[in-house]
């Protein structure tokens, strides 16, 4: 089962930011979040992970808060193509099999 | 750089055929992954595979089913006997090989395979 929570449905603005939440309450010391997003009938695309320490990369943020029991990512200025399926997911770092959720489905609307 | 390459992109079968899903992973990577997805639902893990080697079959079911990644050419998720239940997409993910299994993995647009 996974190790995440999330809400079903998000929606959001166009050019608003996006904050997606996660619950992994029972996450260890040695879990990563990982994040997903599968647009629909895609592959799913990797988009950020973190351990501790907050992390950007071009497409997002990643802030985990200081106990690792919850994060959120933020899509800073969301468009219409941000509209898809977002994936919390908690890996140790030795194991390769990535746990997958309901996720939660963000709408941006214009 | 391409990214994984998964075919056919949609596949049609009879019930009682074969299926045979194709994957090729980035380039430089050696380790492949496949996982499987219902509607409306997540991806399930399925089998995890180096070249030449299986390394974790775990999340594929017992019977009619079987994975292969060879030397050459791609990993192939074989499905024997196909029934409707195995409808469903099929998506290959690739990582390099430093962290031996453990670093991001890359996905394919997946195989959608229906069954009649």
């Known amino acids: 089962d996974a190790k995440t929570t999330q809400p079903p449905s998000m929606d959001c603005a166009e050019g608003r930011a996006a904050n997606l939440p996660c619950n992994h309450s029972t996450i260890s010391g040695n879990e990563y979040v990982y994040w997903y997003r599968q647009i629909h009938s895609q592959g799913p695309q990797y988009i950020i992970h973190g351990l501790k320490n907050n992390e950007t990369n071009e497409m997002a943020s990643l802030i985990i808060t200081e106990d690792r029991k919850s994060s959120t990512l933020i899509l800073p200025h969301a468009t219409l193509r941000d509209t898809a399926v977002y994936y919390c997911i908690v890996r140790v770092d030795s194991n390769y099999q990535l746990i997958w959720g309901a996720g939660t489905k963000l709408i941006i609307k214009p | 750089n391409a990214g994984v390459m998964q075919n056919p992109r949609h596949l049609v079968r009879r019930r009682g055929q074969e299926a045979r899903l194709r994957c090729s992973p980035m380039?430089?990577?050696?380790?492949v992954y496949w996982y499987r997805q219902l509607p409306e639902e997540g991806l399930k893990f399925m089998v995890y595979l180096q070249k030449e080697n299986i390394i974790d079959e775990s999340g594929m079911p017992k019977e009619r089913f079987s994975a292969e990644f060879p030397k050459e050419g791609p990993s192939i998720l074989r499905i024997q006997q196909v029934v409707r239940g195995d409808s469903a997409a099929y998506f290959c993910a690739s990582s390099p090989p430093e962290l031996a299994g453990a670093d991001t993995q890359y996905f394919g647009p997946g195989t959608r395979l229906t069954v009649l």
């Open positions: 380039k430089g990577h050696s380790h």
